[in-house]
């Protein structure tokens, strides 16, 4: 089920959290959502899940507009927020009955349901326990099975694997990526790593408007501008090889990596590479190349550039 945002905008007084935001995201696609906070990420989850209008603009989940037919769009949206909201006197197995009955889960298979979110979801060791005696993580996972009791076709998760432990994380990410290969998932996350790991694509706000849109490799591929290498010399003094390299006429700039050790970060001139001058100069002087890598933008670097205040 496919999810059409247009020209969203939304206004708190006279700050304007969305500022005429419009994207797609397609059937079977999970995008990663990203931002600074105060960007508009959980603003516009709001706006998709019907829990908040947007000043101008609208959403349509499957065609269905959140403005015209709320209720509807309801029916087909499982939403995780940030701040999980559970009922902590309750049992696991009562609170997801309970979720289940109000999204209208059919009688008969509901606890067929419940039993298959307490499996899927890591729960069936905690099964027993009232919420309020649950660790964070395992919190975390009740939240993430009521967004999934009624199998929605469109699942939007906000900060989804928050309280998790590294073992945790990786079972959340896996099944978010097998969820992802029928529905239309949307998760937001400040953990970039596990953004590009789970995510088909990658859409970057900041203040409300977008500033990257594509997969990581397509951001990284924007974003790398000249050739920056990391080059390892033996054999050679170690100011005698950085004068040596930044005299090269590929080299625009020349730093030392990594303190008492023959490393160097080469940028080369615009639109040139100084791979052959680098191996020529190594081997004119006898010297031993031990590394010649290329340093590639990480999705971290990115975020960064595209959200620093100017």
């Not at 059937?27 to 508009?40: K, M, V």
């Not at 099964?127 to 649950?134: A, F, S, Y």
């Not at 920056?228 to 003094?237: C, D, F, H, N």
Request: glycine content about 8%; hydrophobic content about 40%.
């Amino acid at each position: 089920m496919d999810i059409s945002i247009e020209n969203l905008t939304k206004t708190y007084g006279a700050q304007k959290a969305l500022d005429n935001l419009s994207f797609q995201v397609k059937t079977g696609e999970i995008l990663g959502f990203l931002g600074p906070n105060g960007a508009g990420k959980t603003t516009t989850m709001k706006a998709i899940t019907c829990y908040l209008s947007p000043n101008a603009g609208d959403v349509k989940v499957g065609g269905v507009s959140v403005l015209e037919n709320p209720n509807e769009v309801k029916k087909n949206i499982g939403y995780l927020p940030e701040h999980n909201p559970l009922y902590l006197e309750m049992g696991i197995v009562d609170y997801l009955k309970f979720i289940g009955e109000l999204q209208g889960v059919d009688k008969a298979h509901l606890m067929e349901r419940v039993n298959h979110m307490i499996q899927i979801c890591g729960l069936s060791l905690e099964k027993h326990k009232k919420i309020g005696e649950l660790s964070k993580g395992y919190r975390q996972r009740v939240g993430l099975a009521q967004a999934l009791i009624h199998d929605p076709e469109v699942l939007v998760l906000d900060e989804p694997t928050t309280g998790l432990d590294p073992n945790q994380i990786i079972e959340i990410r896996e099944l978010i990526k097998q969820i992802g290969k029928e529905k239309t998932v949307i998760l937001s996350s400040h953990i970039l790593a596990e953004v590009e790991a789970t995510c088909d694509r990658v859409l970057i706000i900041n203040r409300g408007k977008i500033v990257a849109d594509g997969t990581a490799e397509e951001l990284r591929s924007k974003a790398k501008g000249n050739e920056v290498l990391k080059v390892g010399i033996a054999g050679a003094e170690r100011n005698a090889a950085f004068e040596a390299l930044k005299a090269l006429p590929d080299v625009e700039l020349v730093d030392f990596a990594g303190e008492g050790k023959n490393l160097y970060e080469v940028h080369s001139a615009p639109e040139r590479s100084s791979c052959q001058s680098i191996f020529d100069l190594c081997a004119k002087n006898g010297w031993f190349l031990t590394q010649l890598t290329p340093i590639e933008k990480n999705l971290e670097d990115i975020f960064r550039e595209l959200t620093k205040d100017n």
